[in-house]
């Protein structure tokens, strides 16, 4: 879940269809995970969150899945709309405590 | 409403020079943070705060410094030992620990 450089991962979808975006985080010991939506010149803005004594947690047209197993974190975009393009980034918390760990992010291109 | 408030949009620096960014939050939050954000890149805790007139060091913490004297006010100084300060600087609060965070729209530094 570290930064890796300066080229994104990048997703293309065409409108309406699913997303999927994935991520891998490095510590055993993190226990919440959180999804954040940045749009070009803004802020991350909260999608959803997930904590360790759960596998799955739905909102309003997306769902975070986690496996403990392989550290691994997705988040499912329902239906995705031209509104959803922008870059998404995994987000881990370790111990309860103040530091939120990001991921490089993915950047969600929408096709009309 | 109820939000984070950063300015200016964006600052410009010449060599040698300490600017403030301004960070302004009435959601009346404990803990407030500062992320550094570099083009591509996933974001970076400078500073955090847990608490009125306590803060701690994040992981890239040189060159930086902040002060805690309100609880709505979390100000960040770039200092001229910072040696490579563009980028797009996040202000961030959340509730307590281990909670998701609510962003500002960020500040963009560039050197002259």
């Known amino acids: 879940g570290e930064s890796v450089g300066l080229h994104l991962p990048t997703l293309s979808v065409q409108e309406g269809d699913n997303s999927i975006i994935n991520c891998a985080y490095s510590?055993?010991?993190?226990?919440?995970f959180i999804w954040y939506k940045q749009e070009s010149g803004k802020g991350p803005q909260f999608i959803i969150d997930i904590r360790s004594n759960m596998d799955k947690r739905q909102g309003q047209r997306v769902t975070v899945l986690l496996n403990k197993t392989v550290k691994h974190l997705s988040l499912q975009i329902a239906a995705t709309q031209p509104g959803d393009s922008a870059v998404y980034f995994c987000?881990?918390?370790?111990?309860?405590?103040?530091?939120?760990?990001f991921g490089a992010g993915t950047r969600l291109f929408v096709k009309a | 409403d109820g939000g984070i408030t950063q300015s200016p949009k964006y600052l410009f620096r010449k060599e040698g020079q300490n600017v403030t960014l301004s960070c302004e939050q009435n959601l009346n939050h404990d803990a407030m943070y500062w992320y550094r954000q570099d083009p591509g890149q996933g974001l970076r805790l400078i500073y955090y705060?847990?608490?009125?007139?306590?803060?701690q060091k994040g992981d890239i913490a040189e060159g930086y410094s902040v002060s805690r004297e309100k609880k709505e006010s979390f100000p960040l100084t770039v200092t001229s030992a910072q040696k490579n300060p563009t980028a797009f600087y996040l202000c961030?609060?959340?509730?307590?620990?281990?909670?998701?965070?609510?962003f500002g729209s960020g500040t963009q530094l560039s050197v002259l």
């Open positions: 705060s847990q608490i009125v007139n306590d803060f």
């Open positions: 987000a881990e918390n370790r111990n309860g405590g103040f530091k939120t760990i």
């Open positions: 961030a609060s959340s509730i307590g620990q281990d909670e998701k965070l609510f």
């Open positions: 510590n055993s010991a993190s226990d919440y």
